[in-house]
């Protein structure tokens, strides 16, 4: 504790205190003062220094001609969002591009836009290209489109995100740019190629699991088992994947021969784009040519599988469930059921699938069958 002998020693002690806390004051004001000047004029400083003294002003001022390049290509293309593929930074940059679809539709779309050539082209090289930018996001009217298309086929709406796989697994593997021709294929080709690829891919993971919504939408409506439509997509994907295999047919009925479910990731990328190609090359088979392709190989499949035989000339019932009919159909109907039977499984009309002897001795045995119950059912309805 400090004694103060007197009122003068008092008197200058608080003179003492007063001025050591107006230094204080004083020294805590600059300091204050000079921290808010570093952070309002600081950033400033440093810009003018980075682009007078450390070379920053071309490098930035290239980087906005890589923008304003980059948004007149948007706008060319009626983007309205980036997609990815700005111009790189620095003048004069070639552009990137994720695929080579990507760019030569790009570059389709520019070259027509600049001469004004055909406008259908164009917008088609324009749908191409907003179809590249929006369908990873499973979004935009290119992908709404192909959404619609696949499920009418399939009966209903497929998962976006298995949608948008099979999408961009089509546009990064370039299959758009696999036809053997020099000009590109339109958006509506390309549309229709990727429904046909979607089907295919939908028909595979159906036959892994044994059925599926589709594999019985096509049984139901050709009167053919489930395991003949498998049957005909192991076929199908298996010879376009492994091309000539003998006996492929007998095989598969054996189970002797690796089905779809049994191939590697890349025999069933392989078969299923083959199989989606014309048989020229030159041009992509639509979702009815598939469809049609699936149903013929069924009718083989469920041809060449044994048929139950009748109980006797009277069994009307066994008749009328081999020749998929329900009760007391009209004889008109029978006829055409018997026409369109007769159409598929002849074994005259099978002889030229180069089926071997045994086979060829199922398909006209189960024939037979066919043609007696047609009779049993015909008189049946000429008694009453």
Known sequence: MVEFND???????????KLNFEVALKSLGYTVGLYFAIKIFGPIIWEFLQENFFGKKNQRKNDLDAMIRSKEAMLRRGESKASGNAVPPGAGAPRRFKTKTEELYTLEFESLSKSGGDPEKKESAKKMIDLIGSGQWGEGPGFQEINKLVAGKIGREPELSVLSKHINSFLNREVALSLDRPELPSFEEVREALVVKILINILIEEAKNGDGPLIKK???????QPKSVINAVDYLVTSSAKGSVKDLIKKILTGTVPKVTQLSVVDIEKGSHI????????????????????????SLF???????????????NGALKLLGLGKNPEKEDVKKRYKKLAQLKHPDRLASKGLSPDMEKIASENFAVIQEA???????????
Do not use: W
């Open 7 to 17: 009122t003068s020693n008092l008197f200058q002690c608080g003179v003492n205190i």
């Open 218 to 224: 096509i049984s139901s409506r050709h009167a053919v």
């Open 275 to 298: 199989l989606s190609m014309g048989a020229d090359g030159k041009r992509f088979i639509n979702s009815p040519t598939l469809m049609k392709m699936i149903e013929d190989q069924a």
């Open 302 to 316: 469920e041809s060449l599988t044994k048929l139950p035989p009748l109980k006797n000339k009277k069994d009307l």
């Open 374 to 384: 047609y009779h049993i059912i015909l008189d049946h309805i000429d008694k009453e």
